[in-house]
Nanobody, 123 residues
Framework: VQLQASGGGLVQAGGSLRLSCAAS????????VAWFRQAAGKEREFVAA????????NHADSVKGRFTISRDNAKNTVYLQMNSLKTEDTAVYYC?????????????????WGQGTQVTVSS
């Protein structure tokens, strides 16, 4: 599975962005897809995940109510809608995928990674 993340950019605090993660090589149908982020000098952290089969989701407490992970079956794409952005959301955002139905928040459990897209939130 090859993953292509896009949609990052520079936005003011309070603004919105939508990230996309498109898959090629195979469909997401039996996979869990997640977003992680890594700020400068910090460890990679879980943001949200979606189990393609059934569509159940999991969001980190730090983004609940502001970020929403979703999917487009026809486009084989996962989105991360980010609203009410804060300066502390500034990071490189990565999409990742793993085979199976578990929705773990641990990056080492994901086998496939996209290249990352920079999100910068200014005050």
């Amino acid at each position: 599975v090859q993953l292509q993340a896009s949609g990052g950019g520079l936005v003011q605090a309070g603004g919105s962005l939508r990230l996309s993660c498109a898959a090629s090589g195979r469909t997401f149908s039996s996979y869990t897809v997640a977003w992680f982020r890594q700020a400068a000098g910090k460890e990679r952290e879980f943001v949200a995940a979606l189990r393609w089969s059934g569509g159940s989701t999991n969001h980190a407490d730090s983004v609940k109510g502001r970020f929403t992970i979703s999917r487009d079956n026809a486009k084989n794409t996962v989105y991360l809608q980010m609203n009410s952005l804060k300066t502390e959301d500034t990071a490189v955002y990565y999409c990742a995928a793993r085979a199976g139905v578990a929705v773990p928040p641990t990056p080492t459990l994901y086998s496939y990674w996209g290249q990352g897209t920079q999100v910068t939130v200014s005050s």
